[in-house]
């Protein structure tokens, strides 16, 4: 959906090809890295309907409609409104909570709460519900520093730099901090936590959320404005569109300019408030539609994380396309309505009549930098090989380095990995994968359309320096031959290895090219 407006040569050719289609097909986006920067600013962060601030909660109606979204893992579907807003109030008033019945709605939401394991930690930062609980969704400070592409380790360093950017020192008389520590809910975890940032509504203060960037005339808070547009999306560093010479900038930068910098302030919004993914869905989904030739198919990577977790999957299948309306008519498969679309009138903002014409679909993300590059367990310093032990602590860049000495290394692991596989013998390098692998098949038997949804893997990160591919180990092997066989399901299911994510330039003949292909 690139603007051609302009556009000379190969880039016209291809869009005048497009143009003859009657359809499209994006057969790979990563959904988090969908909307644009007036998206998730203007349309989310600085809009206080759908992102209400911590006195508006004090109405009991959006208390009730835009309180934590607390998953019953018993019935498999989210809580009731008004119990949740109900047990969440009683704890503000009350830290240690009425004497709910036994065996009560109330009292089993309070104990998902897991109240007890903040105590100590709260009793240590002097915190109480009452006054440093948020329904106002909290900016993290270290998906701040993220966002903000800050690699000091020291907090409070981190911190002074994020409010001279931010400009609290120009902004506040006399100076007070916006962060703090908050209690929160997080919902992507299903657990309170206690956490360090600055409120949304403090935010708004600093970049001037009621004026467009045109009006504003402060140049603190203008400047404050473009290093938040920064945060979502590859910009000039003034925030307005990026010129050709910023595109050669990000140009091999997939990671960390895109991932993580640009998704870390996504995570904060959408991990306290889950509607947020449906959001997100809705409007990539109309984009979609509305496009000429118009896009019917596309593949979601979403990490396998998320994917396991049944309160985010539920979300996300949670807009059925015509086709596949007609697909749960003929087949035995129950067309069953999500938990959440059942509460999606509590979020208006939601097209609870959406037409989606779009069929979409998964891929359960893995990252390949999460492998084991020892061979006992422990780093063990007497049975095990030094050379080895000394490869587990090595960062990237060492990696890096490694293959570039040692292409033949990487080979080695490989080979051995296959040969394992073929044998039957457990994998030592993927293994951690593998355990992610486990928790997928788990919330497959949640879900009995669940590869409906879930069409395949998909390998993804940085594979500079990790040219290593799980996917040949027997336990990923013997689950796609599952999916395939299975009677409910799906005989395309498949794989999908990232490459060239941040390879600026490659020439076969030149050393280099190990670091990205072994």
């Known amino acids: 959906m690139t603007d051609t407006t302009n556009a000379t040569g190969p880039s016209l050719s291809l869009h005048v090809e497009l143009s003859k289609q009657d359809e499209l097909y994006d057969l790979h986006t990563h959904l988090m890295g969908m909307g644009s920067a007036d998206f998730w600013i203007n349309t989310i962060l600085l809009n206080e309907t759908i992102l209400p601030i911590n006195k508006h909660f004090q109405d009991d109606v959006i208390r009730k409609r835009l309180g934590p979204l607390i998953w019953d893992k018993n019935s498999n579907a989210f809580y009731a409104r008004e119990h949740v807003a109900t047990v969440v109030y009683n704890l503000r008033e009350d830290p240690n909570g009425p004497t709910y019945i036994p065996g009560s709605v109330h009292k089993a939401i309070f104990d998902e709460l897991h109240i007890q394991e903040l105590g100590r930690e709260m009793d ?16 993290k400070r270290d998906d701040l520093k993220k966002a903000f592409s800050l690699s000091n380790s020291n907090s409070d360093v981190v911190q002074m730099i994020l409010e001279e950017r931010l400009g609290v020192y120009e902004q506040t008389e006399p100076y007070r901090s916006p962060f703090k520590h908050w209690i929160i809910f997080n919902a992507r975890k299903q657990k309170l936590e206690i956490v360090c940032g600055m409120t949304v509504e403090e935010l708004r203060k ?46 091999g930068q997939f990671t960390p300019e895109f991932y993580p910098r640009r998704f870390a302030l996504k995570d904060s919004l959408y991990e306290q408030r889950l509607d947020l993914l449906a959001l997100l869905l809705q409007h990539v989904l109309q984009r979609y539609m509305t496009c000429s030739p118009p896009v019917t198919y596309c593949e979601f990577s979403v990490g396998v994380g998320d994917l396991s977790k049944p309160w985010i999957f539920d979300i996300l299948s949670s807009f059925l396309s015509q086709k596949d309306d007609a697909y749960f008519k003929e087949s035995s498969l129950p067309n069953t309505e999500t938990s959440f679309r059942k509460l999606i009138k509590d979020f208006p903002w939601l097209k609870s009549e959406f037409v989606n014409v779009v ?7 893995f990252n390949r930098q999460c492998i084991n590059l020892t061979d006992v367990a422990n780093n063990d310093p007497v049975n095990g090989d030094p050379d080895d032990i000394e490869i587990e602590q090595y960062k990237q860049e060492e990696a890096i380095q490694l293959l570039a000495k040692a292409p033949q290394e990487a080979i080695h692991r490989m080979l051995s990995e296959i040969i394992k596989s073929k044998e039957g013998r457990p994998s030592t390098r993927f293994e951690s994968l593998e355990k992610k692998l486990e928790k997928l ?7 009995v359309n ?3 949804w879930v069409v395949g893997l998909d390998l993804c990160g940085d594979e500079l320096g990790y040219p290593y591919c799980p996917f040949v180990s027997k336990k990923f092997i013997r689950h796609v031959n599952k999916v395939r066989n299975a009677n409910d399901g799906n005989p395309n299911y498949g794989l999908r290895i990232h490459g060239g994510e941040n390879v600026a330039a490659v020439n076969s003949t030149l050393p280099g090219y190990h670091l990205f292909v072994s």
């Open 124 to 139: 240590h930062l002097g915190l109480s519900f009452k006054e440093d609980f948020s329904y106002d969704v909290v900016l």
């Open 206 to 251: 600093l970049i001037d959320g009621e004026s467009a960037m045109e009006h504003i005339y402060n140049p603190v808070q203008r400047d404050a404005r473009a290093h938040i547009i920064n945060a979502f999306s590859m910009c000039n560093a003034d925030g307005t569109l990026p010129r050709s010479i910023d595109y050669h900038s990000f140009r």
């Open 359 to 365: 069929t979409y679909r998964f891929l359960a993300g």
């Open 441 to 447: 098949e788990d919330v497959e038997k949640k879900f």
């Open 450 to 452: 669940f590869y409906h």
